[in-house]
């Protein structure tokens, strides 16, 4: 019975030995500019640019404590940490943090920053609902763009104000690059004249099925109400996700808005992307 037992134990090892070894995990990677960190700098009196070269992340100074919209990659809270504290901003006097959505490239490290700070995060149903998920289970992406989960603490409606310190953060849905998306308009001054700033989310479709997607039955109806939204934004000055779809270079700091972007220009180069991507789709699908 033992000599059974031990050639069959015998068997079983060989048979493992014959099978691969499962394969290690392997994150997704991203352009190094996304990566690369820049200078923070001023973009008006009490709005700074904190993000890498490639995305961007935006420290709103007020007198009550800061405000972070967006973060990046999950691997650039240090980063954001570092740069809060060059101007002069230490982790608790971060009060709150925005966001435009809920994908990894933007919303990576907000888990960690308000972990690290304390922050209340703001968010809509749509995009709270993705970043408990950390991602998972997107529309587009499905589990292939996973970041750490966060909760949010509060969630907005379309036009309601988000305040601190005298400041006033209003959300604008504007669905398009994901059914959550956030837009935010508040105003600051620069050399001490009026400035309305927005932050316009991304309003592409990389790679998205546009006709007949059954996750997201009415994704092209969102995308002209969300363009429609970015198009009418109170906009002197326009700040995206991405900086260079919005005319900034961040990476050259003597001159880091070389081709000013509005948003009504912002939306209309993008709905006529999406109307060329649209008749792409038609003319392939069977």
């Given amino acids: 019975m033992r000599r059974l037992a031990l050639c069959l134990l015998a068997a079983a090892s060989l048979a493992h030995a014959a099978e691969p070894v499962l394969p290690q995990l392997r994150a997704y990677e991203v352009a190094d500019a996304w990566r690369r960190p820049v200078q923070p700098f001023r973009l008006a009196d009490h709005t700074w640019y904190?993000?890498?070269?490639?995305?961007?992340?935006?420290?709103?100074?007020?007198?009550?404590?800061?405000?972070?919209?967006?973060?990046?990659?999950?691997?650039?809270?240090?980063?954001?940490?570092?740069?809060?504290?060059?101007?002069?901003?230490?982790?608790?006097?971060?009060?709150?943090?925005?966001?435009?959505?809920?994908?990894?490239?933007?919303?990576?490290?907000?888990a960690a920053i308000r972990r690290a700070t304390g922050a209340r995060l703001v968010s809509n149903a749509e995009s709270a609902a993705l970043l408990a998920r950390g991602g998972s289970n997107d529309i587009h992406f499905g589990d292939g763009l996973l970041y750490p989960p966060v909760q949010a603490d509060r969630q907005v409606m379309d036009g309601e104000a988000v305040e601190l310190g005298g400041l006033r953060f209003i959300a604008h849905y504007t669905p398009a690059h994901t059914p959550g998306s956030l837009s935010w308009t508040w105003n600051d001054t620069r050399d001490g004249k009026p400035l309305v700033i927005a932050y316009a989310d991304s309003l592409s479709a990389p790679g998205y099925r546009l006709l007949d997607n059954p996750r997201y039955p009415r994704i092209v109806d969102d995308y002209r109400r969300g363009i429609a939204a970015v198009r009418a934004l109170p906009c002197d000055l326009l700040i995206t996700p991405h900086p260079d779809a919005s005319g900034w270079t961040p990476a050259d700091s003597a001159n880091p808005h070389p081709m000013p972007t509005t948003c009504r220009a912002y939306a209309d180069g993008a709905e006529a992307r999406l109307d060329a991507l649209l008749e792409k789709q038609r003319k392939e699908a069977p």
């Fill in 50 to 110: 904190i993000g890498t070269e490639g995305l961007t992340a935006l420290l709103v100074q007020t007198p009550e404590g800061a405000v972070l919209i967006d973060g990046g990659m999950p691997q650039a809270a240090d980063m954001l940490l570092a740069h809060m504290r060059r101007i002069g901003v230490e982790p608790d006097s971060l009060k709150l943090i925005l966001h435009s959505h809920a994908h990894a490239d933007h919303a990576g490290p907000l």
